[in-house]
């Protein structure tokens, strides 16, 4: 195994801290996100407020501190889903291969038939009060998809090594081949797809939040939907929240990358 690459590092470092902000943001910030003081509003940033305030007077320190936890949540909750389900999905189907490969195969293909973020808002649609739940379920229709591609190309290559044919000749079961002995075997793919996908969801979840079909809680999204009203005259309002996000997103980039060279 590979020594992780610096661009690997600088990803890690980057996620590291995202995690502690998803973690810790809240008990970090500097001061109340439902305090207004409209005197002090679209302020720039200054001693007091290092980050500026928004059209309220609200720190805009503590509403990031507060938003990352919401994008990180989402992000890594349907990136999971779809890599369990689409990981067993494309294992079963790389090694069973005959009708569950095509049933499989072409359910994938009708997912990547759509544009995803049309599809994921066409399903948020359908709810009055979309929920972080709503948001999660209509993500994870189309995250599977890609997760179940790769590894069913790699289960189709495991499947034909000289250990699984004399599993098979000594009569052990379906599930316990696919379960022991090739769904670890993609654990690393299935990691680095992770990362990749991590990031694409980031503003997947992002551009929902920008678009109103997120719940109206601080988020990197609704931040920067909400500085957009502001930008000639508070442009700190867009570009911080926004910093933040392509600081994740490279991060979890980065980090794929140093994966894939690793391993």
Same mark, same amino acid.
């Given at each position: ?11 890690? !470092? ?29 302020? /720039? ?8 305030? $928004?059209?309220? =007077?609200? $720190? ?6 507060? *938003?990352?936890? !919401?994008?990180?949540? +989402?992000?890594?909750? /349907?990136?999971?889903? &779809?890599? %369990?389900? #689409?990981?067993?999905? *494309? ?6 291969? *005959? ?12 997912? %990547?038939? @759509? ?7 066409? +399903?948020?649609?359908? +709810?009055?009060?979309? !929920?972080?739940?709503?948001?999660? %379920?209509?993500?994870?229709? !189309? ?18 090594? $000289? ?7 000594? #009569? ?16 690393? /793919?299935?990691?680095?797809? @992770?990362?990749?996908? @991590? ?17 109206? /809680? ?8 909400? &500085? ?13 929240? #926004?910093? %933040?996000? *392509?600081?994740? +997103?490279? =991060?979890?980039?980065?980090?794929? $990358? ?6």
């Amino acid at each position: 195994m590979k020594k992780i690459s610096l661009s690997g590092k600088i990803g890690i !470092t980057l996620i590291s801290l995202y995690l502690l902000i998803a973690l810790f943001g809240p008990l970090l910030a500097p001061s109340d996100i439902g305090r207004v003081n409209l005197d002090n509003a679209l302020s /720039t940033p200054n001693s007091s407020n290092f980050f500026g305030t $928004d059209e309220n =007077g609200t $720190d805009l320190l503590s509403l990031i501190l507060h *938003g990352g936890r !919401t994008g990180f949540i +989402v992000s890594a909750v /349907t990136v999971l889903c &779809g890599m %369990f389900i #689409g990981g067993i999905l *494309g294992a079963f189907s790389g090694y069973k291969r *005959g009708i569950y490969d095509q049933v499989i195969m072409r359910s994938v293909d009708i997912v %990547f038939s @759509f544009p995803g973020l049309l599809l994921n808002l066409y +399903v948020l649609s359908l +709810v009055k009060q979309p !929920t972080h739940l709503h948001m999660i %379920f209509a993500l994870c229709i !189309t995250s599977w998809a890609s997760f179940a591609r790769l590894s069913r190309g790699n289960a189709l290559s495991i499947a034909r090594r $000289d250990y699984i044919i004399a599993l098979q000749t000594m #009569g052990a079961s379906t599930y316990r081949i696919v379960f022991r002995h090739i769904i670890p075997n993609l654990l690393p /793919t299935l990691l680095i797809q @992770f990362s990749f996908s @991590f990031a694409t969801y980031l503003l997947v979840e992002a551009g929902l939040a920008f678009l109103g079909l997120a719940p109206p /809680t601080p988020s990197w999204g609704n931040l920067i939907a909400q &500085g957009t009203s502001y930008l000639l005259v508070a442009p700190h309002m867009v570009l911080i929240p #926004g910093a %933040f996000l *392509g600081l994740a +997103v490279l =991060g979890a980039n980065l980090l794929g $990358d140093g994966l894939r060279d690793m391993l």
